[in-house]
């Protein structure tokens, strides 16, 4: 198998941009909040620390956190991993029965801070958040504004194709490589968070192949027969049941077509839907083998995603701030792809 070297193959929902623009030219250009979808307790075995980092990694911050906290790396509790190259706010807990809480103003780790620390009787769990809140600062945009501000507006009205960004294959892709040669048996003992970080590459390759195939067929945004819907701002899904109502209920963001994260086991789809993501998983039997093998089980993830709470404001003539909220598992960046083609700095 061969992969290309940039996303570009990927099917656009509104044509491919013809500004372009620099994200990223300082941390402070991309700012990302964690969302709880419930409040903590105020007590309990964990501590739960308000964590702001710059330009660091979640990994290192965790480790540099539980060594302050005198704990073992079993004993902290993050959410999801963050960008480094950004301004983030996230949760991180810390199991500590029977001790008191250490003096956050003690913790000496360069660009990290502790913003607040509150008790809760459960430890944060991956994936335990809601969604996050982007603010994001283009510089030096080409392009015309009118172009921008109606590309905007849509992505504000209408959503975004809900690809798993870049940074879920690695460097050059090579998370994908990486899962071939673990299915054909070549990487021996892999350690745990390698293996699945090649498992989840493989299984979000697939799903973007169908995703791009459906955005070309005009389908990403609407129910195509034999389709699996999930129901927004839920993981919840159903098989299309033939109720009349449902084509009406997807153009009304009530539910959202879904596509296939790949296991074991009969995919749910069936009809025209069945036929198109079967025809993706022929192409990449090696990893569907690998992924059946593993017996991980026939999942969804839905094909659209919806920026709520979505404001811009223009600086200056190039210069352009856009906030919004994404739900957990979803990509600041590819809400940036339907907007602009990125350019690194000079």
Request: hydrophobic letters at 40%; aromatic letters at 10%; glycine letters at 8%.
């Amino acid at each position: 198998m061969s992969y290309p070297v940039t996303f570009s193959h990927f099917a656009f929902a509104y044509g491919r941009p013809e500004s372009g623009a620099i994200l990223k030219a300082e941390p402070a250009d991309f700012q990302v909040t964690e969302q709880l979808a419930f409040s903590l307790t105020g007590e309990g075995e964990h501590l739960w620390v308000w964590v702001e980092k710059i330009g660091q990694n979640t990994d290192w911050v965790a480790k540099q956190i539980a060594r302050w906290a005198g704990v073992t790396q079993k004993e902290m509790g993050v959410a999801g991993k963050k960008d480094r190259q950004a301004v983030t706010r996230q949760w991180m807990s810390i199991h500590l029965p029977g001790k008191q809480d250490p003096d956050t103003q003690s913790l000496e780790v360069p660009g990290v801070t502790i913003l607040k620390a509150l008790r809760h009787n459960r430890k944060l769990q991956t994936g335990g958040l809601s969604g996050n809140r982007f603010t994001l600062v283009l510089r030096e945009i080409t392009g015309e504004i009118t172009d921008v501000e109606r590309r905007l507006q849509q992505v504000a009205q209408e959503g975004i194709p809900n690809y798993f960004g870049e940074q879920r294959f690695g460097n050059d892709f090579q998370n994908l490589a990486k899962a071939t040669a673990l299915f054909q048996g070549q990487i021996k003992a892999p350690k745990r968070h390698q293996k699945t970080m090649y498992i989840s590459a493989a299984r979000s390759w697939i799903f973007n192949e169908v995703l791009s195939q459906r955005v070309q067929q005009g389908t990403w945004n609407r129910a195509l027969p034999g389709d699996v819907f999930q129901l927004e701002g839920s993981q919840k899904w159903f098989a299309d049941d033939g109720a009349s109502d449902l084509a009406k209920r997807v153009t009304e963001e009530d539910i959202h077509p879904t596509g296939a994260l790949t296991g074991r086991g009969v995919l749910p789809s069936q009809s025209e839907a069945f036929q198109l993501e079967r025809s993706v998983l022929e192409q990449h039997s090696i990893w569907q083998a690998g992924l059946e093998k593993l017996g991980l089980k026939q999942e969804r993830r839905a094909l659209r995603v919806l920026p709520k709470n979505m404001t811009w404001e223009w600086l200056d003539n190039q210069t352009l701030s856009v906030s919004f909220d994404l739900p957990a598992g979803s990509y600041a960046t590819m809400v940036m792809r339907e907007l602009f083609v990125m350019r690194q700095e000079d």
